[in-house]
C-alpha cells in the first residue's frame, strides 16, 4: 500500500528567485500538509551524500555544485498517494518536458536547476525525510 508522506526540496533556484512562497501555495492548495520543514543550507558532504545514487553520473559535480550555493526549503508532505501524486505535481526532471501548470514547468530553468526535489519511492521519502529532520521537528 502506497505511504502517506515524501520529502521535498525547493533548490537554491527556487529560493534565489523568489518562487518560495508560490512553490508552498501551490503544494498544500493541491492537498499536502506540511508537517516539518525549514530552511537550511547543504554542505557540499550533505548533498554529495543525498545524491550518492548519481555519484557515477557525469551531471554529479555539477549538481553537488548546485545544490550547495544556497540556501533550500526541506520539507516533509503528508497526503493520501504522497509520493506519486508529488511527482505528478512538479513534473518531469526536465522542465522542457514537465505538463503544463507543474511546478517544474512553471519555475524551473533546466534540466538540473529544476526548482523542486521530490522522492520516488515511500523508502526514499523516510530516507531522505529523516536525512533533514530528527523526530522531534515533525508533526
Ligand atoms: N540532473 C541533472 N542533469 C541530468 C539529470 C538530472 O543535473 O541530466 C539533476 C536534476 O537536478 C535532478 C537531479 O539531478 O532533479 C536528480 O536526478 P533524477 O534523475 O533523480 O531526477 P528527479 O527524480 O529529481 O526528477
Given at each position: 500500500m502506497?505511504?502517506?508522506?515524501?520529502?521535498?526540496?525547493?533548490?537554491?533556484?527556487?529560493?534565489?528567485?523568489g518562487?518560495?512562497?508560490?512553490i508552498?501555495?501551490?503544494i498544500?492548495?493541491?492537498?499536502?500538509?506540511?508537517v516539518?520543514?525549514?530552511l537550511?543550507?547543504?554542505?557540499?558532504?550533505?548533498?554529495?551524500?543525498?545524491?550518492?545514487?548519481?555519484?557515477?553520473?557525469?551531471?554529479?559535480?555539477?549538481?553537488?555544485?548546485?545544490?550547495?550555493?544556497?540556501?533550500?526549503v526541506?520539507a516533509?508532505?503528508?497526503?493520501?498517494?504522497a509520493?506519486?501524486?508529488?511527482?505528478?505535481l512538479?513534473?518531469?526532471?526536465?522542465?522542457?518536458?514537465?505538463?503544463?501548470?507543474?511546478?517544474?514547468?512553471?519555475?524551473?530553468?533546466?534540466?538540473?536547476?529544476?526548482?523542486?526535489?521530490?522522492?520516488?519511492?515511500?523508502?526514499?521519502?523516510?530516507?531522505?525525510?529523516?536525512?533533514?529532520?530528527?523526530g522531534?521537528?515533525?508533526?
Amino acid at each position: 500500500m502506497a505511504g502517506n508522506k515524501t520529502f521535498t526540496m525547493l533548490k537554491p533556484d527556487a529560493v534565489e528567485n523568489g518562487y518560495t512562497g508560490a512553490i508552498l501555495e501551490q503544494i498544500t492548495a493541491s492537498g499536502f500538509r506540511i508537517v516539518a520543514m525549514k530552511l537550511t543550507q547543504m554542505t557540499k558532504a550533505d548533498a554529495e551524500k543525498f545524491y550518492d545514487i548519481h555519484k557515477e553520473r557525469p551531471f554529479f559535480g555539477e549538481l553537488v555544485e548546485f545544490m550547495t550555493r544556497g540556501p533550500i526549503v526541506a520539507a516533509i508532505l503528508e497526503k493520501e498517494n504522497a509520493v506519486e501524486d508529488f511527482r505528478t505535481l512538479i513534473g518531469a526532471t526536465n522542465p522542457e518536458e514537465a505538463a503544463e501548470g507543474t511546478i517544474r514547468k512553471k519555475y524551473a530553468t533546466s534540466i538540473g536547476e529544476n526548482a523542486v526535489h521530490g522522492s520516488d519511492s515511500d523508502e526514499n521519502a523516510g530516507i531522505e525525510g529523516s536525512f533533514h529532520f530528527a523526530g522531534r521537528e515533525i508533526f
